[in-house]
């Protein structure tokens, strides 16, 4: 009997266990393979793995005419424009869209998920017509505005959804006390909505990081990002540098994160207003 109950529950353990093994594979194989191609110095096929280790395409890159460094500081500054700027505009936005009797409320919604709607490259290829007539083609702020329009869509959805999630109460209770609407929203709404925010912080600065076509059609040949020489160094079929450029590429993503988490809780953001 107690055979009979455990051999269900052993196939279900191991069918668990099956399960998580090809999740973890599927997330961290590709991992694992980039950061066997940042130390591999020759790997042939049908050979498994390098034939040689080293860190021979380590000190191409950072050598100062490979300018890897530069393209990456170009790909931060760039970010940080990137979140400020969006931030900006859905903080304001997401407040407004949050209020559910705002007249045309899922319209203006619609409008800024319309950049998904059509391909990247087609909105970035008009987009950097209209900037040559700007002057702003070749520019980084032309390529942070490039970048603001695609991470305005996760930005302004999900700031909209975190102010939706405050509830009336607290801000009432602060009105009743005498705050003014601007003390209240500071003191009350901006706190409570905060880890919203600093999720669509973090989506933007993500987002910025790895765009490439917009950073393609309006920044080359004058502004140069790490996803530029990423993407340059694999059509030329150097993994290699591809691969250590896609790793330098996660330090400030990570970075970011863990600033975020750590030093941005809420119970700091709380004190804005007072």
Same mark, same amino acid.
């Given at each position: 009997?107690?055979?009979?109950?455990?051999?269900?529950?052993?196939?279900?353990?191991?069918?668990?266990?099956?399960?998580?093994?090809?999740?973890?594979?599927?997330?961290?194989?590709?991992?694992?393979?980039?950061?066997?191609?940042?130390?591999?110095?020759?790997?042939?096929?049908?050979?498994?793995?390098?034939?040689?280790?080293?860190?021979?395409?380590?000190?191409?890159?950072?050598?100062?005419?490979?300018?890897?460094?530069?393209? #990456?500081?170009?790909? =931060?500054?760039? @970010?940080?424009?990137? &979140? %400020? *700027?969006? $931030?900006? /505009? +859905?903080?304001?936005?997401?407040?407004?869209?949050?209020?559910?009797?705002?007249?045309?409320?899922?319209?203006?919604? #619609?409008?800024?998920? =319309?950049?998904? @709607?059509?391909?990247? &490259? %087609? *909105?970035? $290829?008009? /987009? +950097?017509?209209?900037?040559?007539?700007?002057?702003?083609?070749?520019?980084?702020?032309?390529?942070?505005?490039?970048?603001?329009?695609?991470? =305005?869509?996760? @930005?302004?959805?999900?700031?909209?959804?975190?102010?939706?999630?405050?509830?009336?109460?607290?801000?009432?209770?602060?009105?009743?006390?005498?705050?003014?609407?601007?003390?209240?929203?500071?003191?009350?709404? =901006?706190?409570? @909505?905060?880890?919203?925010?600093?999720?669509?912080?973090?989506?933007?600065?993500?987002?910025?990081?790895?765009?490439?076509?917009?950073?393609?059609?309006?920044?080359?040949?004058?502004?140069?990002?790490?996803?530029?020489?990423?993407?340059?160094?694999?059509?030329?079929?150097?993994?290699?540098?591809?691969?250590?450029?896609?790793?330098?590429?996660?330090?400030?993503?990570?970075?970011?994160?863990?600033?975020?988490?750590?030093?941005?809780?809420?119970?700091?953001?709380?004190?804005?207003?007072?």
């Amino acid at each position: 009997m107690n055979a009979t109950v455990r051999a269900p529950a052993l196939l279900g353990a191991s069918v668990r266990a099956v399960l998580v093994v090809l999740l973890a594979l599927a997330i961290f194989g590709p991992l694992l393979n980039m950061l066997i191609w940042t130390v591999a110095e020759a790997w042939y096929f049908p050979a498994k793995l390098p034939v040689r280790w080293g860190f021979a395409f380590w000190t191409r890159v950072f050598r100062p005419e490979a300018a890897a460094m530069t393209a #990456l500081a170009t790909s =931060l500054v760039i @970010a940080l424009l990137t &979140v %400020a *700027v969006s $931030m900006a /505009v +859905a903080i304001p936005a997401g407040y407004a869209l949050s209020k559910r009797n705002l007249p045309l409320r899922s319209l203006f919604l #619609l409008v800024f998920l =319309l950049p998904q @709607a059509v391909p990247s &490259v %087609a *909105v970035h $290829m008009n /987009v +950097a017509r209209m900037f040559y007539g700007l002057g702003l083609a070749g520019t980084i702020w032309g390529v942070m505005l490039v970048h603001a329009i695609q991470g =305005l869509v996760f @930005a302004v959805w999900i700031a909209s959804a975190a102010f939706a999630a405050v509830g009336s109460e607290p801000v009432e209770a602060a009105r009743n006390l005498g705050a003014s609407p601007l003390r209240a929203f500071m003191s009350v709404t =901006l706190p409570q @909505a905060a880890p919203g925010l600093l999720a669509s912080a973090i989506f933007v600065f993500l987002i910025s990081m790895d765009e490439f076509s917009g950073t393609y059609f309006v920044g080359v040949p004058d502004v140069r990002t790490l996803p530029l020489t990423m993407l340059n160094a694999a059509l030329e079929g150097n993994y290699q540098i591809a691969s250590i450029t896609a790793l330098l590429l996660l330090v400030p993503s990570v970075g970011f994160m863990l600033f975020v988490e750590h030093f941005l809780k809420a119970d700091v953001l709380a004190q804005v207003g007072k």
